[in-house]
């Protein structure tokens, strides 16, 4: 594990290690834009993936695989569409990238602040060593500590360090403190279902004020049921 200024910092990391230029890099369709942002001082191309409600397409995937340097995902609450990969398809998704040898970047900043039931478990966790996991603490704890944290294989973790320490030497120690302190007496446990509940208030709020407002009237006069985007529920959050 690697403690970076941010999860974006992070993201940088990665790019700097594993792009060259002319890389090709695969993407969701559509993607985060700050991690385009990070990956283009690399000069890598860019190939956009086929994708569903569910997230990428494992076929395409499959086929689009062979040469790319890696694949960049957000599994949960994806940036900026939402969406969120069910069980079956981070199964199909991981097994296509370990067949292929593909170095998965899986990025998580949402993954805490689901609001009915918990999503899978990460695709890291099914194949460790072809992953590199980003964290984040902005969302469930405070956007201005700038405290994320990598997750990374023992074949690229020294090179990330490497690349760390030539961009700041290191993320500041009275931040990593604090997130150590509210980590270490529970405070984190008790704090993240408070915000859940906030952001899920918020999102009620919203599709209630898009279905007073917005809502078109039906054939019957009535006025349709609005639904926000991905169909899930999901939070949305552009701080990372």
Not at 63 to 69: D, K, V
Not at 100 to 128: H, K
Not at 148 to 158: K, L, M, R, S, T
Not at 182 to 196: A, E, M, N, S, Y
Request: aromatic fraction near 6%.
């Amino acid at each position: 594990m690697l403690i970076t200024t941010g999860s974006q910092q992070g993201t940088d990391l990665a790019a700097k290690v594993l792009i060259d230029s002319g890389s090709r890099v695969l993407v969701e369709t559509p993607t985060y834009l700050g991690a385009l942002q990070a990956f283009a001082p690399m000069e890598p191309e860019f190939a956009g993936l086929a994708c569903d409600a569910e997230g990428i397409d494992a076929d395409d995937l499959k086929a689009q695989a062979p040469g790319a340097r890696f694949v960049y995902v957000l599994p949960n609450f994806q940036n900026p569409t939402g969406r969120t990969m069910g069980e079956a398809r981070r199964a199909a998704v991981s097994a296509a990238a370990a067949a292929a040898g593909l170095p998965v970047l899986e990025d998580n900043p949402y993954g805490d602040l689901w609001f009915d039931t918990p999503p899978p478990a990460p695709l890291t966790a099914r194949n460790p060593e072809g992953c590199i996991y980003l964290g984040s603490f902005s969302k469930v704890l405070s956007p201005g500590l700038r405290l994320g944290f990598v997750i990374a294989p023992a074949a690229v973790a020294p090179k990330l360090l490497q690349a760390k320490q030539a961009s700041d030497l290191h993320t500041p120690g009275f931040n990593q403190r604090i997130v150590s302190e509210v980590l270490r007496d529970g405070f984190l446990d008790k704090h993240v279902p408070t915000i859940r509940a906030l952001y899920q208030a918020q999102r009620d709020a919203m599709l209630a004020a898009l279905q007073r407002e917005l809502a078109a009237p039906g054939r019957d006069g009535t006025a349709r049921k609005a639904a926000c985007s991905c169909g899930r529920g999901c939070p949305k959050a552009s701080t990372r």
